[in-house]
């Protein structure tokens, strides 16, 4: 699994848009870039999955370049709920078995 | 649809004693997994099961096994406990079948060993 770099922490205020960059330098052909938010005491949830160009749904846009080596979680508009941890992760979805493998996360701390 | 259920939700053990978690994913999801996450190494991967079959298994010691029931309900055992295993031991379930990395996870289960 390619391994990924990411912002220890960030802080934001309520109502701006949140970018989060992360690094994948080595990430292979059949690689997917699958984003996940936890809260404190909480399990991870799945917040969107890409492959390249951008993909949007209701809560988060996620943006890739076309080498791939990067990518950038959009969160538009946040609100004080979420401030959380954001995991990004970077592996091939279609491989049996494949296991979830979490780096430190980005701490978000959104302030009104 | 019903999520992730897990119990028992928190669990205070002695060392050396064991402990049986127990995982129930979402109707339909075959695959279940396993992690536990504690302050210093974060989320680690324990183990993997789909169609009561280990198919996958992170970097711990032999004291942690787990299985999967006909039901896909999931099982993990900790034996000998040590302090260190003091955690929160999440669980995963997903189809696997959709070329998705989406997992769905239970609200875990806070273990702590004294």
């Known amino acids: 699994l390619a391994k990924t770099t990411q912002p220890i922490s960030m802080d934001s205020y309520e109502g701006q848009e949140v970018n989060i960059t992360c690094s994948h330098n080595n990430i292979a052909t059949n690689d997917y870039i699958t984003w996940y938010q936890q809260f404190p005491s909480q399990g991870p949830r799945f917040i969107i999955q890409?492959?390249?160009t951008k993909v949007t749904n209701e809560v988060a846009s996620l943006f890739i370049p076309a080498d791939r080596k990067s990518s950038t979680l959009s969160l538009p508009r946040v609100s004080l709920s979420d401030t959380a941890v954001y995991y990004c992760?970077?592996?091939?979805?279609?491989?049996?078995?494949?296991?979830?493998?979490f780096g430190k996360g980005t701490t978000l701390s959104v302030s009104s | 649809k019903a999520g992730v259920t897990q119990t028992p939700r928190y669990l205070i053990k002695t060392r050396g004693q064991q402990v049986t978690l127990s995982c129930s994913p979402i109707?339909?999801?075959?695959?279940v997994s396993w992690y536990q996450q504690t302050p210093g190494q974060g989320l680690q991967f324990l183990f993997e099961y789909f169609s009561e079959t280990q198919r996958n298994k992170g970097n711990f010691p032999g004291r942690f096994s787990g299985r999967q029931f006909s039901n896909s309900r999931s099982e993990m055992n900790v034996s000998t406990l040590e302090l260190g295993d003091s955690a929160l031991y999440l669980c995963a379930s997903s189809r696997q079948s959709d070329g998705s990395y989406e997992q769905y996870f239970g609200p875990g289960t806070r273990l702590t060993v004294t």
């Open positions: 109707s339909g999801h075959r695959s």
């Open positions: 992760l970077v592996g091939d979805p279609n491989q049996a078995g494949t296991a979830l493998i």
């Open positions: 890409g492959y390249k």
